[in-house]
């Protein structure tokens, strides 16, 4: 079983929808979470960021972790046909500085 | 965000000769980073860890003499590919993190590299 396990989609949705990504996670020693966009033949882009269990909202961008579930997941509101790439999460555990990453959810967003 | 900047964003060489992909932190000082590679349709695979002034750390299975890490500054790290085959052709990647005891990692833009 992989620490991280993450839907690959692909997932289309028309423009304007709401968008939810999701993960979990199997090792409760990840501390920091995070939500990564990729888009094709370019570097992955942090999204977000964050340290513990609830919320973090960033203008159409909205992180939940849930460590008690072991469930992190991303949603994009009034998404648009730019929101179209792969989506990755990734945690670390403390001090560690090794990323473990999802297997990525591409997203395809149709104007 | 900080930022990381990779170069060159694409290569191509002919089987058996070297490249040099470069990976550098523009706006902090990173005394690790690693690199990553990643096939089409695929997560990131992480090969090295770069660490300033001393030997880097390859993760199981990568070969150390093919792919050779320097990492002499506090802001850049080379991965060489050497003796480049077909099979070595894909995206590789560079991170660092730019504030020590913090979880946010930042990725350069990824070098493509075809042998062919």
């Known amino acids: 079983q992989k620490e991280v396990e993450q839907d690959p989609g692909p997932l289309s949705v028309p423009e304007g929808a709401i968008v939810s990504l999701n993960c979990t996670y199997s090792n409760s020693a990840f501390q920091y979470f995070m939500w990564y966009r990729q888009y094709s033949r370019k570097g992955p882009e942090l999204l977000m960021y964050?340290?513990?269990?609830g919320n973090k909202e960033d203008g159409r961008f909205t992180a939940q972790v849930d460590k008690s579930s072991k469930y992190i997941s991303l949603f994009i509101r009034d998404s648009q046909p730019s929101d179209s790439a792969t989506y990755l999460c990734a945690m670390l555990r403390g001090s560690a500085r090794q990323l473990t990453f999802g297997s990525g959810t591409q997203l395809t967003v149709l104007p | 965000g900080a930022v990381v900047s990779q170069h060159p964003s694409w290569v191509i060489c002919k089987s058996g000769t070297s490249v040099k992909i470069e990976c550098r932190s523009l706006?902090?000082?990173?005394?690790?980073m690693f690199w990553y590679r990643q096939f089409p349709k695929q997560s990131l695979m992480l090969m090295a860890t770069s660490n300033e002034g001393s030997k880097a750390t390859y993760e199981q299975g990568v070969e150390k003499d093919k792919f050779l890490i320097n990492h002499a500054s506090l802001t850049l790290s080379t991965l060489t590919v050497t003796s480049a085959h077909p099979e070595d052709s894909s995206f590789y990647i560079c991170?660092?993190?730019?504030?020590?005891?913090?979880?946010?990692?930042?990725f350069g833009q990824g070098t493509r590299l075809t042998v062919v």
């Open positions: 964050t340290y513990s269990s």
């Open positions: 991170s660092a993190f730019p504030r020590p005891g913090e979880g946010e990692a930042f």
């Open positions: 706006d902090f000082q990173a005394t690790t």
